[in-house]
């Protein structure tokens, strides 16, 4: 049997033993025993400790380090700068925009100028108080709708656009002409901190050979290890990147700060000879990290009387501060996403990514989709108004289904569910009832109910090339090791791939480790963003495990006297299909495979086939395949003082195929209050570019005393390219919660906020206004 | 780090210039780290349980300025007194801080940050001072100056703070408004206490305190107090109230919110914490 | 700067260190006595994760100075359970599924097992309350709050 039907035959069995099941993660025990697996608790004891100094302005010319004070210090090792950077001063994410240390320019606060390293943090942070900067202020841009104006400062010489793109499909003024009714709104989103709970840190040392080693917190080992190649002027193969257990990332981890991080130590201890680590402090962290583009999105509709959509026509406009991280792409899937998950048979797009001289924004779950799908979303709740349609009937009415087309004219697969989501979600929260119930509150107290779609299409589609390397070993102990560069940091990915493999090999999960991601016992495989370690990973997992099958089957048969399609393997034995009394133990033949020379490693390779669509006017596939869902929220709104009191969310998400529904619920559940802090109460404030409250004391994530009840439905329609059918699920969460509250704050008091968060201030100016 | 209460106002008296005193250091020790607050000597008075105690004397109530957050729990219960540390308790900190973070500790950092701060105004309260050569008392709106800035004498201790324990014809609220639920420092807050006179008909005694003044410490309202010292408690006389804050109110802005919003919260505030009132006296 | 020595308990031993007046007690644990299971995630008491509990009271490691941990008792993770002798918190955390990133689990197996022995029997809105000093960004609470209301089950079974 083929390789690819091998699997297929896997994948289509009728029963799993582990697909589908709530399986413990593999390094659940090392947590809740809180052993030293971050990287803070396993740096050497005799590493430097390195502060930075920052720059405390949004956009001035540097004239002068002043660094001499702090290099007299007793106990002050090293004294940076720019000058002292062995090889390229450079540390960007996508657009050749950024210098890892700045020496001529600062264009937003918190940009790193010059670095200390000390015996003890004390002196290390007394010594960096002690360096001094002269500036020249400069005027700055502090929005991106400025920055677009023709006469705008620039913040790069070459102009402040970091990405344009558009979507063209049909005609839109044809598509206004057939319209009875047209909207217009514009919408605001703001900057969001990942406020991961441990910050950035990067430790490194040199070894013996020269070559560099790094530890650091972060999601994309080998883009560390480019950064800092490039940065000390070595060759990649002479740096070696692991990842340590990473306490939470959600996307920035993934940019520019682990290269920071890691090539700042490396430069240290090249300079030293010493082991040096970088930790931030948290409002280091929240002002120098990249956070969630804040957008100004303005959304023109057409719809027909009877509710049918005709015309779409979006300005998408986002910040991404002062350097592009990873800007252009999140421009991207937030362009494609503009419209929502509905057919629009006229279409137009423009999408621009700015720069301004506030601080960075980049990677961060959802990757615009939670931008655009708040715009979109509370637009049809106003369109539904405008035309006294239900809100309901008007999605039913246009949303995406097989066989209709995307804003990019992509053909919608069977694997759409859609309206099963929608369906499922409405019924389990009793919708109908509810409405009803709460447009009888009266009093100061009302409670409103609301709902948004989404769609979110899976992987990189065109941002990137989409593949995965997954390496399996069986060690002689017979115990089965997946070792990948694709990282986890509280997904539990990794560990569905090792569900993945014991599914392929049909071994139970206890015999199965995770190694370290590590550049030097891995390959280069992607980046660990888009959700794609399940979808991409587990189809290279999926190849990795059935090659070793393959071989312990070969093995086997020999030892069993038969062919090898007639084997299987089961209970830890493998036997005949047709006669399980002949059956030889597992672990004898990883022995006599070890015996035999017959190698027990194998690689699995997987890219995603490449997504054929048109640039100029993005018409085409824009992504393989989406993940589809609906989210209903319903509120308390105390009318007197605006608070927003969320009382019950109800989820429902297509994973196509769950692999361990205790993780996916997991991301659901975290996503969804992520995704409720985005909505009502997180907004990192930029005042004048700086950073008013980078504070985990003023920016306001959930507690626990702040949770909704929540329920969340998995539906399974699988997908055609995850293993298993499975879906990406690790973002899709976040999409929506903003935008069902603000529909169920509407419902509730009557009237809108069109930017998040949706604050109480801003909830009772808008019923205010209405009066 | 001292072994009794002489053994530290000895100290302090030999050192006042130099010495930051520091209880549950809840607000201070973070200051110190980011370097807002030289701190060359400290003196911890966290041992000094001479200080931890909640009496009741001459009608008063006495809270030693060691007293805990968390050992104020067991004050609640459904007296005036009793329901106004309910009201306050739940939204402090978290438990967490509750632990640590001292009554003495929140009176001294003197900002509208402090929850306790509008309480112990509502009640009247005094705080007593002690250095090596004795004690003082000074009525907490005295004794709190400017943000940050208390009348604390750099030799002295703030020992305790009492206040008359409120009588069952009286009542008190605190409503704080927040972003959240908990770990969250008020955008706006209200106190209110009521005292009925002896046929309970009408206000005899009205205190109340607000917060995010342009002061930036709570304070006394005390043109709105004497608006409804006489006055009946019905909706009438609480409208009327809400009504006389328009012209006395000098709110801040800041980025948490804006004075307008501030100055509908806290109307809003106001009239809750006076119905509340008004809803516990006639419970009685 | 003056430094003191000060004596005190942690995970059932005792100590006697020489400490300097401005070090946390965080530091103490992390850096001194190697209990890494206490994190450091802000340095200014907003999100719990540096939660040790200190004369059965939970408290944040990083705002009580090391002096003041003088004559106390201390637990941190390490002084939870063991790898073949869990505690019911831990176990159900690792059943529930509670752990995602790891980083606050240590405080919050900590606020979860200094609730069940005050209050063997709490209702989820007391676990809510008991948990709400230790922040949390991945699992959103619900599954944490499961996994203590689950352990309790255990532990107040095991003492009927």
Redesign the interface.
Known sequence: MTETAAIQKVSEAQSFTLIGK?I??L????????????T???APRDALRVKVVRSTVPHALIKRINTEAAKEMPGVLAVLTAEDIPGINEAYALLPDRPLLASKKVRCQGEAIAVVAAEDLDTA?EAA?RISIDYERLPAVLSPVEAMKPDSLLVHDNGNIAKYLRVRKGDVKEGFRQADVVIENTYKTQFQD??????EVGMAWVEKDGSITCVGSMQTPFYVQAGVAKVLGLSPDKVRVIQA??????GPKSDEMPVDTCAISAMVAQRTGKPAILAY??DESMIAHTKRHPFVITLKTGAKNDGSLTASEALVVSDTGAYASLGPLVIIRACFHATGPYVVPHVKTDAYCMYTNNTMAGSFRGFGSPQVHFAAESQMDELAKKLDIDPLDLRFKNMLRPGTLTATSQLVDEACSLEECTRRAIEASGWHKKRLEFSRDRGPFRRGIGIALMYHGNSLGPEGNDYAYVHMLIKPDAKIVVRTALTE????AISGLAQVAAETLGLPIRLFELDRPDTASCQETGPTVASRVMVIGGRATQIAAQKLKDKLLSVASDYLHCDPSKLTIRDEQISRIDDPGQAVPFQKIVEECYKKHVSLTETGYYTAPKCEFENENSQGTTYLQYTYGAVVAEVQVDT????VKPIKITAAYDAGRAINP??V??QI??????GLGYGL?EQL?H?GGMV??P????Y????????PE?KTIIVEYPGAIGPFGAKAMGEPPVDLPAAALGNAIVNATGSRVFDLPL???KV??AM?RKR | MPLNLDDALGYLEGNASETLPVAGATDLLPRIKRKQIVANNLIDLSGLSELRYIKRKDGRIKIGALTTIADLEAEKDSSAWGRLVSDVIGGFGSPNIRSIATVGGNICAASSSEDLLPIFLILDAKVKTIRKSGTREVPLKEFIVAKRKTALGGDEILAEVSFPEPNDRSACSFQKLGMRNILIIALASAAAFLEMDDKDSRIKNARIALNRLEAKIPQRAENVEKEIAGKELNERTIDSVVARLEDDLALTSDFRASSQYRQEAVKVLLRRALVNCQQRILRK | MAKHLVKFNVNGKDHALVVESTERLLDVLRDRLDLKGVKEGCGTGDCGTCTVIMDGRLVNSCLVLAVQARDKKIITIEGVGARERLHPVQKAFMKYGAAQCGFCTPAMVLAGKNLLDHNPNPSKEEIKEAISGVLCRCTGYYKIIDAIHDAAKETSGAKS
Request: glycine share 14%; charged share 20%.
């Open positions: 709530r413990q993660r390094d659940a025990l090392d947590k809740v025993l809180g052993l030293p697996l971050y803070s608790d396993i942070e108080t990942p406020a991961a709970l441990e910050p257990t990473t306490g939470g990332a959600f402090a948290r940091y509280g997904t539990g007197e003082l605006g608070v205790l993780s619920e997991g559940e975290g996503g969804t209050i992520q109460t404030i005042l008013a409250n504070t985990l004391g003023d306001y994530i959930p507690t626990s005393l702040d949770i929540m604050t109480a201030e009772l100016f205010k």
